[in-house]
């Protein structure tokens, strides 16, 4: 599971949560922290560069936040970062620098790296998006399973028990996900991999890939 590990997938000099990754070998294994993470390290930002809106929230005085949006605690939005009309975000949240959380879009426990776009009616929750990654429009993490047994990341004959009920993806860097696709709970898609409009992806999908579906997926150089 080595594509799995934490430094296989993000580069952390791009997010504020860096710290949040410390001592842990895989990314899920920072969900459950994410809401005390972000109430310690809110208290600790530069209140000329950070905006306090109510208790736990921290917002950029460069991010662009629409009067429509629905922001709840606890909450970073970094620097020049951009919330768009109505928004949703229910806590738990990190939004990077120059981020884009777009039209309807609904955030739940993630930590959103710097550059991410999630810009047009996406759900995205219990989730990990890598810098420069991208969700198409409609695209969403499905974060528990239809049984709501507990989430096992799996690789072929390999397999993780996570110990959780909530887990929806893990994205790497620069991760293109195509519009209406749907990524179940428990999947890992390795950094620079596109992922085809109207797919239904779970698992690990390898680094440098197109996934075009379960059976047909095409390593970039190999085109």
Same mark, same amino acid.
């Given at each position: 599971m080595e594509q799995?590990?934490?430094?296989?997938?993000?580069?952390l000099n791009q997010t504020i949560a860096?710290?949040?990754?410390?001592?842990?070998?895989?990314?899920?294994?920072?969900?459950?922290?994410?809401?005390?993470?972000?109430? $310690?390290?809110?208290?600790? =930002?530069?209140?000329? !560069?950070?905006e306090?809106?109510?208790?736990?929230?921290?917002?950029? #005085?460069?991010a662009k936040v629409a009067p429509t949006?629905?922001?709840?605690?606890?909450?970073?939005?970094?620097?020049?970062?951009?919330?768009?009309?109505c928004a949703f975000i229910r806590g738990s949240a990190i939004?990077?620098?120059?981020?884009?959380?777009?039209?309807?879009?609904?955030?739940?426990?993630v930590v959103i790296f710097n550059g991410v776009q999630v810009p047009h009616y996406n759900y995205v929750g219990d989730s990990i998006l890598g810098y420069k990654s991208h969700m198409g429009a409609?695209?969403?993490?499905?974060?528990? $399973?239809?049984?709501?047994? =507990?989430?096992?990341? !799996?690789?072929g004959t390999q397999a993780?028990?996570?110990?959780?009920? #909530?887990?929806?993806?893990?994205?790497?860097?620069?991760?293109?996900?195509?519009?209406?696709s749907v990524l179940n709970p428990g999947t890992v898609v390795g950094r620079?991999?596109?992922?085809?409009?109207?797919s239904m992806v779970r698992g690990v999908i390898a680094p440098n890939s197109i996934y075009k579906n379960k059976n047909e997926i095409t390593a970039k150089n190999a085109r």
């Open positions: 799995c590990l934490i430094k296989n997938l993000y580069d860096a710290e949040l990754f410390a001592g842990v070998d895989y990314p899920w294994e920072v969900l459950a922290n994410i809401k005390d993470f972000i109430i $310690k390290l809110g208290n600790s =930002l530069d209140s000329e !560069k950070y306090k809106r109510g208790e736990n929230i921290w917002v950029a #005085k460069s949006a629905c922001l709840n605690a606890p909450l970073i939005i970094d620097e020049e970062a951009e919330v768009r009309h939004v990077g620098k120059g981020a884009v959380v777009g039209n309807s879009t609904e955030l739940k426990n409609g695209s969403i993490t499905s974060n528990v $399973k239809s049984d709501k047994t =507990l989430v096992t990341v !799996k690789n993780i028990e996570t110990g959780l009920k #909530k887990f929806g993806a893990m994205l790497g860097d620069y991760v293109e996900v195509g519009c209406n620079h991999t596109n992922i085809y409009p109207l």
